[in-house]
């Protein structure tokens, strides 16, 4: 609008010096046809890199689909349900990775959840001015601690725990149940599950403490104005962010399913379907950071870059969807 | 009526109590989420301090149990990765932003900034394997440049968004301020708008690389790692994180301790980057 509103004004015979320099246009200026090289190409310079970040997600996707053909045109949708992944006699089959990938970002995500939106809820409802400000920062820290510096700290503090205190107490109180048998080596999925569940945390805390923000404050008042308590208060807030909430946890889900240092340092690294949590277990994310290197044969580079399609596909998805849910979160207040 | 007055009173003491132990979980739930940050800081400064001395900066690594062992190739390998990133991710994070808030109130716009979105939560892992299949296969080596892509293709969403949500902070007053004296739109977007904007753009870049200085997975089969001394972008390069993670899974007691040390310097990069760019963005353009 403002755009056109100065180009009309500039074609304006007595604003421009036409008069007394009649060609007075430029070469590219004649070649164009417009008045404002400059506009034209620094507006045709940042399209440019709007569609290259375009053609970044479709040429990410073509390249691992194009490397991936050998085991692709081999297994065809046997590699994803086959359970044997063998580099010797090259049978490679994803299940048992795509079970632990799976079951250990459930397992963090039911930690992570209650305390993350029990986060939120404090820092958007409850926290005093003074403490929310600090409070956001720690948790905004802990987003920032490197992968690696988890798995570190994993490996060294959080494995030993598990092994001398933890999973000793539970195999001896609850060992009848098929989660809580076998051998307690402190790596596996327990612990991979356990450090997963600190690093979603403050992804969804974050998210969900600006969705509750984005909730009108007219509705907290009108539940404060009838005699709500702030409890009640907060759970009508909740109910009436689900979708964004939703849309924050499956942003968290997205992330823990592809977080690889921290998970292949103390996950064991064995592909076996085991319902212990005491058992090894192995992502797919962390075959990839384990294996990628050592892939001497073409079939086997070809299996792990198929692997990681299949992980860039799931994330995509999962991860549209979460956008599309905060995204109408936002809008549904900014319209009314 | 005694009776109703009664129900009514429990009901009310029964609701008080919901109340404050509803809320009190949500305070124990802070609490619990501060725990880790403490103990994991904990551990990685007190771990890490007693190898921490000149000679880890600017001695290279040395076979295991030799005393004086330094990781200074991965310290200048981290800052070369980061480096290489930014040079592509940083233009392009900013250009596409600038495209997103001045030009993007259209169909295509809300296409890009919806993948940009979904962009940034592939994860990094998977760009690594991306950077390996356009680099590493077409020049048959690892080598730091595929590295340095890998980070920066990392980088772009983090700065493309926090780009474009800085410059739609400035007011539009600005805008028609430059055009009224004339000013041709580019200038005025460049030179007013950008201007006004880049304390904010300057932490969006801050944050991407500095996300990207803790990147390990991108890394692993792309810059690969280096026990010597390289700054040649087209030969493997060693960084901290790799370091971090193969002295931390080695069986050796002495690498172990290395792998904290290594930790608290990247934890201490990271911190000086975000303080040398508040100490730029303030001092310079006070808003």
């Given amino acids: 609008m403002l755009n056109s509103n100065i180009e009309d004004a500039q074609n304006i015979p007595a604003l421009k010096d036409s008069e007394n320099e009649p060609d007075n246009k430029s070469f590219i200026q004649r070649i164009f046809g417009k008045s404002n090289v400059g506009d034209f190409i620094f507006e045709k310079l940042t399209l440019l890199f709007a569609v290259l970040v375009l053609l970044l997600v479709v040429l990410m996707a073509y390249q691992m689909y194009v490397n991936s053909q050998l085991s692709i045109s081999k297994f065809g949708w046997h590699f994803l349900f086959s359970s044997t992944w063998d580099p010797v006699t090259e049978v490679y089959g994803a299940l048992p990775v795509i079970y632990g990938t799976v079951v250990s970002s459930i397992l963090a995500l039911l930690i992570a959840v209650p305390l993350g939106i029990g986060v939120a809820v404090f820092l958007s409802e409850i926290a005093p001015g003074w403490l929310e400000k600090p409070l956001s920062f720690l948790t905004e820290l802990l987003a920032g601690i490197p992968s690696v510096v988890y798995g570190l700290w994993g490996i060294f503090v959080l494995v030993p725990w598990l092994r001398d205190s933890i999973e000793p107490y539970l195999s001896d109180h609850f060992g009848k149940l098929p989660f809580f048998q076998g051998a307690p080596y402190g790596f596996g999925m327990l612990a991979a599950a356990l450090i997963l569940s600190v690093m979603v945390l403050p992804i969804i805390s974050s998210i969900s403490r600006d969705i509750l923000r984005s909730v009108p404050f007219t509705l907290r008042e009108a539940a404060f104005g009838i005699g709500a308590t702030k409890w009640e208060v907060t759970k009508l807030v909740l109910s009436n962010a689900r979708s964004g909430l939703l849309g924050a946890i499956m942003l968290g889900l997205g992330r823990a399913i592809g977080e690889t240092m921290a998970v292949t340092m103390v996950i064991g690294n064995r592909p076996i379907i085991s319902p212990s949590l005491f058992d090894p277990s192995y992502t797919m994310a962390s075959v990839l950071a384990n294996e990628f290197t050592e892939a001497t044969s073409d079939m086997y580079l070809s299996a792990l870059i198929e692997l990681a399609l299949v992980l860039f596909i799931i994330t995509i998805i999962i991860n549209i969807f979460a956008q599309l849910l905060v995204w109408s979160m936002n809008r549904k207040w900014k319209k009314g | ?287």
């Avoid at chain 2, 390996?132 to 340095?148: D, E, K, N």
């Avoid at chain 2, 069986?251 to 172990?256: A, I, K, L, M, Q």
């Fill in chain 2, 1 to 287: 009526m005694e009776k109703r007055l009664e129900i009514n009173k429990l009901s009310f003491y029964r609701r008080k109590i919901v109340n404050s132990v509803m809320l009190s979980l949500s305070l124990l739930a802070a609490v619990i989420t501060i725990i880790p940050l403490i103990l994991i800081f904990y551990y990685t400064i007190s771990k890490g301090i007693t190898y921490l001395n000149l000679d880890f900066f600017i001695h290279m690594p040395k076979p295991v149990g030799e005393p004086g062992s330094g990781m200074a190739n991965a310290i200048v390998g981290t800052l070369i990765l980061i480096g290489i990133g930014g040079a592509i991710g940083i233009p392009v994070g900013i250009l596409t932003g600038t495209y997103l808030s001045e030009f993007g109130n259209n169909k295509f716009g809300f296409l890009v900034r919806f993948l940009t979105d979904v962009l940034s939560g592939i994860p990094s892992i998977v760009v690594g394997v991306v950077a390996y299949t356009i680099v590493v296969i077409p020049m048959r080596h690892f080598s730091a440049l595929a590295g340095g892509i890998a980070l920066a293709i990392l980088m772009i969403p983090t700065i493309t968004r926090t780009t474009e949500e800085m410059i739609r902070l400035v007011p539009h007053s600005f805008r028609e301020a430059g055009l009224a004296l004339g000013i041709q739109k580019w200038k005025t977007t460049l030179l007013i708008v950008l201007r006004t904007a880049w304390k904010g753009i300057a932490t969006g870049i801050l944050l991407g690389l500095s996300r990207a200085a803790g990147e390990t997975a991108p890394l692993l089969f792309t810059a690969l790692g280096n026990r010597f001394w390289s700054t040649s972008v087209f030969q493997p390069m060693a960084s901290l994180t790799v370091y971090i993670y193969n002295y931390a899974t080695a069986p050796f007691e002495d690498w172990n301790k290395q792998a904290w040390t290594a930790a608290l310097v990247l934890i201490l990069i990271i911190s000086i980057f975000s303080l040398i760019f508040r100490i730029i963005t303030r001092s310079k353009y006070k808003v």
